[in-house]
């Protein structure tokens, strides 16, 4: 009965981890504080092997966004000008400090589908949080369902994930260091 009740707690706490096991922060601004009414815009993300428009995935972005960071009261919304790409967003931003943006911080992320046998298997996310004030790059971390999403597949009940699905847990399961290192207080 111990071991029962042992293996379940293990289970439980393993399934519960596994967004952290698969975020990694890369940078973290320690004197950044966010606090409500925050304003982030959403830039356009950067693809990679991922067959949706520009646009829709950004929209899709948006929301999760919104979703995940309800608690905190920010205003996020999706840009609507073209913002410098993810891998030299900082730079750029940094070089010509944009006054002209209408936010507190750009978030712009990088996203990869990664596939199996011209199958979607995995998804990888990295997020970076951009001060439009000073253009310094405040966040950036990644994660990986590889390593940080248990889906279970039960055969006949329930089916592995598509690819819709399996980008939405990596989007949203992305967002684990953001609310864990930004965030706490």
Do not use: W
Request: a neutral charge; charged letters at 25%; hydrophobic letters at 40%.
């Amino acid at each position: 009965m111990k071991r029962k009740t042992l293996l379940f707690a293990i289970m439980i706490a393993g399934i519960y981890s596994c967004a952290s096991l698969g975020s990694k922060t890369l940078y973290l601004d320690e004197n950044t504080k966010l606090i409500e009414n925050t304003k982030i815009i959403v830039s356009q993300p950067t693809l990679i092997s991922v067959n949706q428009a520009e646009n829709e995935v950004q929209e899709i972005l948006t929301l999760v966004a919104q979703q995940e960071l309800k608690d905190f009261n920010f205003i996020i919304e999706k840009s609507e000008d073209k913002l410098p790409e993810f891998n030299i967003i900082e730079n750029e931003m940094k070089n010509a400090v944009a006054h002209d943006i209408n936010a507190d911080y750009v978030l712009s992320a990088k996203i990869e589908l990664l596939k199996v046998m011209n199958q979607t298997r995995d998804c990888k996310v990295e997020y970076k949080l951009v001060s439009t004030k000073t253009g310094k790059l405040v966040f950036h971390s990644k994660f990986n369902t590889t390593f940080g999403a248990t889906v279970v597949v039960v055969p006949g009940i329930k089916d592995y994930p598509n690819t819709d699905q399996i980008m939405l847990i990596g989007l949203s399961s992305g967002f684990h260091q953001f609310k864990n290192k930004l965030m706490k207080e």
